[in-house]
């Protein structure tokens, strides 16, 4: 007479249930640490990429920044031939005004006044104050005419985990050139 004989391993990998309670309870107590020591393996990893995703999310928010504050100073002195007697400040303070995230002290200005058919006057610096709308870097402020902003920020950073990314420094420049209305 032939003995059918179940073999529980066949049982087992349909489904656990068909186990004895005896096994069903060392493949339990036997698999116990794995999801703990899967999470150390890769959490480190998931750690580096998460911060060199925010350091080099706040370097491009830095370069939008300065070239937003840049654009916004060509608009404001496009439309402010014979209005203002500091050219120089009004685009300090639209820079600044549309780039709060960077720190003025380490922000530096050059303003290119060109009046129509005149040769180009740079100024540096914040202020370049006339005593009138019509002498001076307000003079050159002219319908007409063009002004280029140049801004440049030199304490932008790319350090990660103690390793900078810029050893000799960090400086970012923009520019724009626009037609004084």
Request: with cysteine; charged share 10%.
């Amino acid at each position: 007479m032939r003995r059918f004989v179940t073999s529980w391993s066949l049982f087992s990998q349909i489904h656990p249930l068909f186990l004895p309670k005896s096994l069903r309870l060392r493949r339990v107590l036997r698999n116990e640490g794995q999801a703990l020591v899967e999470t150390a393996l890769v959490m480190p990893i998931i750690i580096t990429i998460v911060f060199g995703i925010l350091v080099f999310g706040i370097f491009t928010m830095q370069i939008m920044s300065l070239t937003e504050g840049v654009s916004s100073a060509g608009r404001v002195l496009a439309v402010s031939a014979g209005q203002t007697k500091d050219p120089c400040a009004l685009a300090a303070t639209s820079i600044q005004g549309a780039a709060p995230v960077l720190s003025p002290s380490n922000l530096s200005y050059s303003v290119v006044l060109t009046p129509l058919g005149g040769s180009a006057q740079t100024y540096n610096g914040a202020s370049c104050s006339s005593t009138s709308t019509i002498t001076g870097a307000a003079g050159n402020l002219i319908s007409g005419g063009t002004v280029q902003i140049t801004a440049t920020y030199a304490n932008c950073s790319l350090q990660f985990y103690g390793k900078n990314f810029m050893p000799k420094g960090c400086s970012i420049s923009s520019t724009i050139t626009e037609t004084v209305q």
